[in-house]
């Protein structure tokens, strides 16, 4: 499989400040990494495909401007949540794409939970 | 589709009995599927997956049943135990690199 990992594990923050959230792969290099929200008893949610050196790919419904993709290197996208407010709490989740060798092979991070007073 | 759901299923077996944790799928053109189990306050863990043009694939432990007539999948654990307790997810890649996630089940190993 694939190491990966996310810092901080967990964020209590206060309502309009923003919360940067960071996903590596440790042991490949990842040109595709997925972000995910889930929130309590429910499933994950893809919000946005990242890409080394070019812009994320949003699913529908996700505000761009509001939750900013950074995937600047093969090791590292951040997952950046302006203005962040209550209704974002939730645990997000990383993971990253081994390629297509056995067709998509994801691997998840440890999640980080993050909760907006 | 999307999934959505409020309220996760709840399996519950006692110990050393085999567990079967059933998932319907949406997109007919879905060509891999994968369980992932995910224990509380982490990421997901692979468990086991299968090819469409497969209908069934065994692990350690763990089957993965496929029947896509009725676009529908199973995973069976055989003698349950209680490091099993978790939820259990079941996604299906619908093409460009996406997953899809059920709705889960959560599965309660008793001692």
């Known amino acids: 499989g694939a190491v990966v990992s996310q810092h901080p594990s967990w964020v209590i923050c206060k309502s309009g400040t923003s919360v940067k959230i960071e996903c590596r792969s440790l042991d490949f290099q990842a040109t595709t990494m997925f972000w995910y929200r889930q929130f309590p008893k429910q499933s994950l949610m893809l919000m946005a495909t990242?890409?080394?050196?070019?812009?994320?790919?949003?699913e529908q419904g996700v505000e761009k401007d509001k939750f900013l993709i950074n995937h600047a290197s093969l090791t590292l996208s951040t997952l950046t949540v302006t203005s962040a407010h209550p209704e974002d709490s939730s645990f997000y989740i990383c993971?990253?794409?081994?390629?297509?060798?056995?067709?998509?092979?994801?691997?998840f991070g440890p999640g980080t939970r993050l909760t907006v007073l | 589709g999307e999934s959505v759901g409020l309220h996760l299923p709840t399996l519950s077996v006692q110990e050393g009995d085999n567990s079967i944790i059933n998932c319907a799928y949406s997109n007919s053109a879905s060509d891999y599927f994968i369980w992932y189990k995910q224990e509380s306050g982490k990421g997901p863990q692979f468990i086991i997956d299968i090819r469409s043009n497969m209908d069934k694939r065994q692990g350690q432990r763990v089957t993965v049943l496929l029947n896509k007539t009725v676009k529908h999948l199973s995973l069976q654990i055989a003698a349950t135990q209680p490091g099993d307790s978790a939820v259990y997810f079941c996604a299906e890649n619908t093409g460009f690199q996406k997953l899809v996630f059920g709705t889960g089940t959560r599965l309660l190993v008793s001692p």
């Open positions: 990242s890409n080394e050196g070019s812009k994320a790919t949003y």
């Open positions: 993971s990253v794409d081994r390629g297509r060798v056995t067709y998509n092979e994801q691997f």
